[in-house]
């Protein structure tokens, strides 16, 4: 494993006010910042030598108090049906992280880790399995977005939060990295093209909302009732199912985005007509789309299920006058079931 220490500043994770207060600190002025922050994040330059507008002599300073982080390609799986790509890229300190890059009609979208593992122990998911080593920081969660559109030579047009890890349990960096990836003198992406995707860490529901950032809000329902989403969602002891739907009902109030549900089909767990009604109780008056996915197995558990069943249970919902789609299968040839190459490659 390699560990790399340093004790210089993370450039990257830096906000274009943040970089002004470093930058006057160090007696330059202020709109060399600006200058700094187009290099890294519009042209996306990796070295402090490239940035010929600035004297050799403040590169140097800069290269001393600050340091541009990096992805490293470790493996890249191109799917053969559908053109999904998927990265294990290893982090300056050895861990590994996955992003997958998806083309759809109406552009490509990103699918981007938030955490290396995850502590959330959602019983189907392979991403929380061998437990939870760290956040990543702003920078590395933005790296993914400008690796991979270097290395696939393709330009992203929305950003899920849905890779591994918990974006809500890494709050503040996720917010940092909203802010700089959104920035106008960087990549300037709507954040309506951006969802975040959340297993119900109800409190930052509401501080989301409260921030009115127009993205989407994606829940990890999977169930509507208690007892069967505890059985395979540890999150729904602590804020149950009533108080996440609350938490739901705020967030379409304050910022008027339709809430996205994801439902992950399990076969003779959350399948039947009467789990469709549920459903329907549980969300009524709620403006929202409901997500059906076929459940992608992983070694450990027995969970299953098949497009089949997922189209029955799609009918079961839309005769009760629910929104529902089943979500696309991308990537079926590359094992793009999210924290499976990771865990390959570290043996976990
Ligand atoms: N922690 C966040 C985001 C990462 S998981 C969350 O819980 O939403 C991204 C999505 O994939 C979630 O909806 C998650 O429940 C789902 N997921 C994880 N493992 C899965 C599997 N084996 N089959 C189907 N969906 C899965």
């Known amino acids: 494993m390699i560990t790399i220490t340093n004790d210089k500043i993370d450039i990257l994770s830096l906000s274009l006010g943040q970089l002004e207060n470093e930058i006057t600190t160090l007696g330059e002025k202020k709109f060399r910042a600006k200058q700094v922050f187009e290099w890294l994040h519009l042209k996306r330059i990796t070295t402090f030598e490239e940035m010929t507008n600035l004297s050799r002599q403040f590169r140097t300073i800069l290269e001393e108090r600050f340091?541009?982080?990096?992805?490293?390609?470790v493996k890249r799986l191109e799917s053969n049906i559908d053109n999904t790509v998927k990265y294990l890229y290893r982090l300056s300190d050895g861990n590994y992280i996955e992003t997958v890059l998806m083309s759809y009609n109406h552009g490509n979208s990103l699918c981007v880790s938030t955490q290396v593992g995850c502590k959330m122990g959602c019983k189907f998911c392979a991403s929380t399995i061998a437990g939870f080593k760290r956040n990543l920081l702003p920078s590395e969660i933005l790296l993914q977005l400008y690796e991979t559109e270097r290395n696939s030579e393709q330009k992203v047009s929305s950003i899920v939060l849905m890779g591994?890890?918990?974006p809500l349990d890494n709050y503040d960096n996720v917010?940092?990295?909203l802010n700089l990836v959104s920035s106008k003198n960087g990549t300037n992406l709507s954040l309506r093209?951006?969802?975040?995707?959340?297993c119900g860490i109800v409190p930052k529901i509401y501080e989301l909302a409260d921030l009115k950032l127009g993205l989407t809000l994606s829940i990890s329902l999977h169930s509507a009732n208690n007892a069967s989403r505890s059985e395979i969602m540890p999150i729904n002891d602590k804020y149950d199912i009533y108080e996440l739907i609350e938490a739901c009902k705020y967030y379409f109030k304050v910022t008027g985005r339709r809430i996205s549900f994801e439902y992950a089909l399990i076969d003779k767990h959350n399948d039947s007509r009467e789990h469709s009604k549920q459903l329907q109780r549980l969300l009524q008056g709620l403006p929202c789309h409901i997500n059906i996915i076929p459940v992608n197995k992983i070694k450990e558990r027995n969970y299953s299920s098949t497009r089949?069943?997922?189209a029955v249970f799609q009918n079961y919902l839309t005769s009760l006058g629910l929104n529902a789609?089943?979500?696309?299968?991308?990537?079926?040839d590359i094992e793009a079931a999210c924290g499976q190459l990771r865990r390959e490659q570290e043996n976990i």
């Open 308 to 310: 089949k069943s997922a």
């Open 193 to 198: 093209h951006l969802s975040l995707s959340t």
């Open 164 to 166: 591994i890890g918990e």
């Open 325 to 332: 789609t089943i979500r696309r299968t991308l990537g079926s």
């Open 175 to 177: 917010l940092r990295f």
């Open 67 to 73: 340091c541009i982080k990096s992805l490293f390609i």
